[in-house]
């Protein structure tokens, strides 16, 4: 008061005037200081809050992908410890963990009594060693996997374990386990996430130092339980205290701290309080002069201004308190204030992000829903929860007559129970299941398809639900069957095409000698005996023929004509094959099917199968063989097993035993070349493959139902014609037709079929003239053309090919008569050859009546 007493009055009144400009700053700097502290605050804590989340979801991913690495090595490791306990392929698949994840530094897999097995190393790193009590043994030897607290090994590294079970039959034979280096798998986590400036400390389930992200004079190791936010890590709860505290590096920071389940982790960020408190400081100081410069001059503005300045601070703090709450539909408004500013546009490229990931969700939705393989979520217990549309396009069943069901309505019985039992199990021990299986569809037809259920594990470690993924492989298993049975196809094709020519000339040569020596004998027994090797010349290029035509590189001759007739003519030929006492039943349809066929490769079908039928009879007691012939219209499965086919009327020839069988391993190879179940000697493996190329030449199908000792029967399926022009072929003569000493050029490169063919030519009143190219060919006719009244050319031959020559001849003298011979496939050489009159083209070998008729009949011509 004496002060006041003794103060001028003006001095007193500028007190008055600057204390009440004073006031509104006063007044209004402990609001505004809190307000911005708070705000700071807050917004430091939910970025923090923030990178804890992207920390952990990282740290469970990674910790997730270790225990995969060492669960997936443990399946063969156990088939090698249960079956063969090759150490070496042991160690071979351990060492592999190191040389793949260089954060593992030992792997050490140990048998039922926790003995060492085998162990991998890195370097200087040594093995954690477990005893039979370690719970690093007992948790995985139940089946279970387990993380171990981090701590230093004798190798002076700070490591922690993980153990993972082997288990081979629901037993548990061994444990892996693996020491993770906690530098290197830390690090790995930061090059996953972004930027970050806050101390960050990781802290494990004893309160000990595992990691740091800033310098420290902390170090690893360091137990740091005597600091409050430790100890609340340490009792299972999170920290989000707003108040500033004494930090590890002896500063006062506001800290979040957020336990990290599963691995049992503490993470801890600190800021620096002065890294919020002199943003606010200076902003304040800034505020309080102009505040009092204002209210000097213009008290008035004052408010308006203090109000100018709040607006944009409670813009965002309302959308800050909206986001904490989930609604990012708000945008901070631009600011005045360039703290405020910053803070706003920082607060809404935030707000962007998570947008931009909402969007990435929705993407991945729709992948879902649009894919084309089928997706299939079940819960816990595997009742449907959600199906794609691509689930109903494949399996038929809509969406609501799935969900709230089992997936066992898919179950089509082609796989055993002991298969989904051991699906079960790998599913919820958490692994992934992958492999093939057939479905059934909702009209009760059967599906391949690739299956992948995989078990979908929250943040706790459990199991929460299942996904199912299917992709339909139909298509796909048609295209490669296709496709495998046109290799063998091309690779038989190739053989046969190779020797064909070769051996037919052999064999002309031989047909012609034999012609040439009956002519001159006239004992009937050497004649008889002559005949038969003939015989089995014509059999042996007739079956040359037989194998161009299976692997499609040979002439077939189509027409028409009654299926149910030749059939029965076939029988004939089927029973003098069949043994008495096999009983042989006939059950032909009585309408005379028609169908467009080559009559000598369909009559060879039959006797393939009925043969392979009497074969499989060996040892029955009471042995059958059924022939059915029947006229059908096949049904929509048949379709599905065939979409090829346009026809749906067939003709279905059956052919069935009681014999003993076919291996269920074996009929998938049952129509490959020179595949044979019968001993050696009894069988070529060429009559069924035969037959499957002669079906096929026919535009028909053949299958087969077969077991061990149940049978087997063969179904062949011909489309129907519905009306045909049937051709009887005429009976072939066997006289032969001399001629009247007309002169015939014989062109042939093989000495022995031109000195066999020259001989029957002359013995059949014809002279002979001969050349061994086609060069000589050109030279012979040039000097003999008026006398030459045909040639006989092979058509393959060195130097100048029978082709060629005629050519040159025809320039020359252009009707010149020929015939063309060949060794090879004629109607393969007439297509090839682009010869005009396919007519003229005769196969060797050939019989001698049929070669005479066809040089008379051109030279008459």
Same mark, same amino acid.
Request: hydrophobic share 40%; aromatic share 6%.
């Given at each position: 008061?004496?002060?006041?007493?003794?103060?001028?009055?003006?001095?007193?009144?500028?007190?008055?005037?600057?204390?009440?400009?004073?006031?509104?700053?006063?007044?209004?700097?402990?609001?505004?200081?809190?307000?911005?502290?708070?705000?700071?605050?807050?917004?430091?804590?939910?970025?923090?809050?923030?990178?804890?989340?992207?920390?952990e979801?990282?740290?469970?991913?990674?910790?997730?992908?270790?225990i995969?690495?060492?669960?997936?090595?443990?399946?063969?490791?156990?088939?090698?410890?249960?079956?063969?306990?090759?150490?070496?392929?042991?160690?071979d698949?351990?060492?592999?963990?190191?040389?793949?994840?260089?954060?593992?530094?030992?792997?050490t897999?140990?048998?039922?009594?926790?003995?060492?097995?085998?162990?991998?190393?890195?370097?200087?790193?040594?093995?954690?060693?477990?005893?039979?009590d370690?719970?690093?043994?007992?948790?995985?030897?139940l089946?279970?996997?387990?993380?171990?607290s981090?701590?230093?090994?004798?190798?002076?590294?700070?490591?922690?374990?993980i153990?993972v079970?082997?288990?081979?039959?629901?037993?548990?034979?061994?444990?892996?386990?693996?020491t993770?280096?906690?530098?290197?798998?830390?690090?790995?986590i930061?090059?996953?996430?972004?930027?970050?400036?806050?101390?960050?400390?990781?802290?494990?389930?004893?309160?000990s130092?595992?990691?740091?992200?800033?310098?420290?004079?902390?170090?690893?190791?360091?137990?740091?339980?005597?600091?409050?936010?430790v100890?609340?890590?340490?009792?299972?709860?999170?920290?989000?205290?707003?108040?500033?505290?004494?930090?590890?590096?002896?500063?006062?920071?506001?800290?979040?701290?957020?336990?990290?389940?599963?691995?049992?982790?503490?993470? +801890?960020? &600190? /800021? *620096?309080?002065? @890294?919020?408190?002199?943003?606010? !400081? $200076?902003?304040l #100081?800034?505020l309080?002069?102009?505040?009092v410069?204002?209210?000097?001059?213009?008290?008035?503005?004052?408010?308006?201004?203090?109000?100018r300045?709040?607006?944009?601070?409670?813009?965002l703090a309302?959308?800050?308190?909206?986001?904490?709450?989930?609604?990012?539909?708000?945008?901070?408004?631009?600011?005045?204030?360039?703290?405020i500013?910053?803070?706003?546009?920082?607060f809404?490229?935030? +707000?962007? &992000? /998570? *947008?931009?990931? @909402?969007?990435?969700?929705?993407? !991945? $939705?729709?992948? #879902?829903?649009?894919?084309?393989?089928?997706?299939?979520?079940?819960?816990?217990?595997?009742?449907?929860?959600?199906?794609?549309?691509?689930f109903?396009?494949?399996t038929?069943?809509?969406?609501?007559?799935?969900?709230?069901?089992?997936?066992?309505?898919?179950?089509?019985?082609?796989?055993?129970?002991?298969?989904?039992e051991?699906?079960?199990?790998?599913?919820s021990?958490?692994?992934?299941?992958?492999?093939?299986?057939?479905?059934?569809?909702?009209?009760?037809?059967?599906?391949?398809?690739?299956?992948?259920?995989?078990?979908?594990?929250?943040a706790?470690?459990?199991?929460?639900?299942?996904?199912?993924?299917?992709?339909?492989?139909?298509?796909?298993?048609?295209?490669?069957?296709?496709?495998?049975?046109?290799?063998?196809?091309?690779?038989?094709?190739?053989?046969?095409?190779?020797?064909?020519?070769?051996?037919?000339?052999?064999?002309?040569?031989?047909?012609?000698?034999?012609?040439?020596?009956?002519?001159?004998?006239?004992?009937?027994?050497?004649?008889?005996?002559?005949?038969?090797?003939?015989?089995?010349?014509?059999?042996?290029?007739?079956?040359?023929?037989?194998?161009?035509?299976?692997?499609?590189?040979?002439?077939?001759?189509?027409?028409?004509?009654?299926?149910?007739?030749f059939?029965?003519?076939?029988?004939?030929?089927?029973?003098?094959?069949?043994?008495?006492?096999?009983?042989f039943?006939?059950?032909?349809?009585?309408?005379?099917?028609?169908?467009?066929?080559?009559?000598?490769?369909?009559?060879?079908?039959?006797?393939?199968?009925?043969?392979?039928?009497?074969?499989?009879?060996?040892?029955?007691?009471?042995?059958?063989i059924?022939?059915?012939?029947?006229?059908?219209?096949?049904?929509?499965?048949?379709?599905?097993?065939?979409?090829?086919?346009?026809?749906?009327?067939?003709?279905?020839?059956?052919?069935?035993d009681?014999?003993?069988?076919?291996?269920?391993?074996d009929?998938?190879?049952?129509?490959?070349?020179?595949?044979?179940?019968?001993?050696?000697?009894?069988?070529?493996?060429?009559?069924?493959?035969?037959?499957?190329?002669?079906?096929?030449?026919?535009?028909?199908?053949?299958?087969i139902e077969?077991?061990?000792?149940?049978?087997?029967?063969?179904?062949?399926?011909?489309?129907?014609?519905?009306?045909?022009?049937?051709?009887?072929?005429?009976?072939?003569?066997?006289?032969?037709?001399?001629?009247?000493?007309?002169?015939?050029l014989?062109?042939?490169?093989?000495?022995?079929?031109?000195?066999?063919?020259?001989?029957?030519?002359?013995?059949?009143?014809?002279?002979?003239?001969?050349?061994?190219?086609?060069?000589?060919?050109?030279?012979?006719?040039?000097?003999?053309?008026?006398?030459?009244?045909?040639?006989?050319?092979?058509?393959?031959?060195?130097?100048?090919?029978?082709?060629?020559?005629?050519?040159?001849?025809?320039?020359?003298?252009?009707?010149?008569?020929?015939?063309?011979?060949?060794?090879?496939?004629?109607?393969?050489?007439?297509?090839?050859a682009?010869?005009?009159?396919?007519?003229?083209?005769?196969?060797?070998?050939?019989k001698?009546?049929?070669?005479?008729?066809a040089?008379?009949?051109?030279?008459?011509?």
């Open positions: 008061m004496n002060i006041l007493k003794k103060m001028p009055l003006r001095r007193a009144w500028y007190g008055l005037i600057i204390l009440a400009s004073l006031l509104p700053a006063i007044a209004l700097s402990p609001w505004l200081s809190q307000q911005a502290h708070q705000l700071l605050l807050d917004h430091a804590l939910l970025n923090e809050e923030m990178f804890h989340k992207e920390i979801i990282h740290l469970h991913l990674e910790t997730n992908r270790l995969s690495v060492l669960q997936n090595k443990s399946d063969p490791i156990a088939y090698f410890l249960r079956h063969e306990r090759n150490i070496e392929a042991i160690r698949f351990i060492e592999k963990i190191s040389q793949r994840e260089s954060m593992v530094n030992t792997s897999i140990y048998d039922q009594d926790a003995n060492i097995i085998v162990t991998s190393q890195l370097a200087e790193h040594t093995t954690a060693h477990i005893s039979k370690d719970p690093a043994f007992v948790i995985p030897m089946k279970r996997v387990y993380i171990g981090p701590r230093l090994l004798s190798d002076n590294h700070f490591e922690f374990i153990a079970p082997i288990i081979s039959e629901n037993r548990s034979m061994g444990v892996i386990v693996s993770i280096n906690i530098d290197e798998y830390w690090q790995n930061r090059a996953k996430t972004s930027e970050h400036d806050s101390n960050v400390y990781i802290v494990d389930g004893r309160g130092l595992l990691t740091h992200m800033a310098e420290t004079k902390l170090k690893q190791g360091d137990l740091l339980s005597d600091k409050e936010i100890r609340t890590l340490l009792a299972g709860k999170d920290w989000h205290e707003t108040d500033a505290y004494e930090g590890f590096e002896g500063k006062q920071v506001f800290g979040i701290a957020t336990l990290v389940r599963g691995l049992q982790w503490g993470l +801890i960020s &600190e /800021i *620096e309080s002065e @890294e919020i408190t002199s943003p606010i !400081l $200076s902003a #100081i800034m309080t002069v102009i505040v410069l204002l209210h000097a001059i213009f008290g008035l503005l004052s408010l308006m201004f203090t109000k300045l709040l607006n944009p601070i409670s813009d309302a959308v800050v308190k909206r986001a904490t709450e989930g609604d990012y539909s708000y945008e901070v408004s631009p600011s005045p204030y360039i703290e500013d910053d803070l706003g546009r920082s809404n490229i935030m +707000i962007r &992000e /998570i *947008e931009n990931r @909402e969007s990435s969700l929705r993407k !991945l $939705s729709e992948a #879902i829903e649009q894919g084309g393989e089928s997706v299939v979520i079940t819960d816990k217990q595997g009742i449907i929860e959600y199906v794609n549309p691509a109903t396009q494949i038929g069943y809509s969406s609501d007559e799935v969900v709230g069901k089992n997936p066992r309505l898919l179950n089509s019985g082609n796989q055993a129970p002991e298969y989904y051991k699906l079960w199990k790998t599913i021990s958490g692994k992934v299941w992958y492999s093939p299986v057939v479905d059934r569809r909702k009209d009760g037809s059967d599906f391949p398809a690739l299956m992948t259920i995989s078990p979908i594990i929250d706790k470690g459990e199991i929460t639900h299942y996904v199912a993924i299917q992709q339909d492989m139909s298509s796909h298993e048609i295209l490669e069957n296709k496709f495998r049975q046109a290799q063998k196809m091309e690779a038989l094709g190739t053989l046969v095409g190779g020797i064909a020519h070769d051996f037919n000339n052999m064999l002309a040569g031989m047909t012609g000698n034999l012609y040439l020596a009956k002519r001159k004998t006239n004992d009937l027994d050497v004649i008889k005996k002559l005949s038969a090797v003939e015989n089995l010349s014509f059999r042996a290029s007739e079956m040359i023929q037989q194998l161009l035509i299976f692997a499609r590189k040979g002439h077939v001759q189509m027409k028409s004509f009654g299926l149910t007739t059939i029965k003519e076939v029988v004939k030929l089927c029973e003098t094959a069949v043994p008495e006492n096999i009983l039943k006939k059950e032909l349809c009585s309408e005379n099917l028609l169908i467009h066929g080559d009559a000598t490769q369909l009559q060879q079908v039959l006797i393939n199968l009925v043969n392979n039928a009497r074969d499989a009879l060996t040892g029955v007691a009471e042995p059958v059924t022939l059915k012939l029947e006229n059908i219209e096949v049904d929509e499965s048949f379709i599905k097993r065939h979409p090829d086919m346009k026809v749906s009327q067939f003709a279905r020839m059956t052919v069935q009681n014999g003993i069988g076919i291996d269920a391993k009929l998938e190879h049952i129509f490959e070349p020179f595949f044979t179940t019968k001993e050696a000697g009894q069988g070529t493996g060429l009559g069924l493959a035969m037959s499957y190329g002669s079906i096929q030449n026919h535009g028909g199908i053949i299958e077969s077991s061990l000792n149940q049978g087997a029967t063969f179904q062949v399926y011909l489309p129907l014609l519905q009306e045909a022009h049937i051709i009887t072929p005429e009976l072939p003569f066997e006289d032969t037709v001399k001629g009247y000493g007309e002169t015939i014989l062109v042939d490169d093989n000495v022995d079929m031109r000195t066999s063919s020259k001989e029957v030519l002359e013995s059949l009143n014809y002279k002979v003239l001969e050349a061994g190219d086609g060069l000589e060919a050109v030279d012979m006719f040039a000097s003999h053309q008026a006398d030459i009244s045909l040639i006989v050319m092979d058509v393959v031959m060195p130097r100048l090919g029978g082709v060629e020559a005629v050519k040159r001849i025809s320039a020359v003298k252009p009707d010149v008569k020929v015939i063309y011979c060949t060794g090879y496939d004629r109607g393969e050489m007439v297509k090839n682009s010869l005009l009159d396919g007519e003229s083209m005769i196969s060797k070998p050939y001698i009546p049929a070669f005479s008729r040089v008379r009949n051109k030279i008459d011509s």
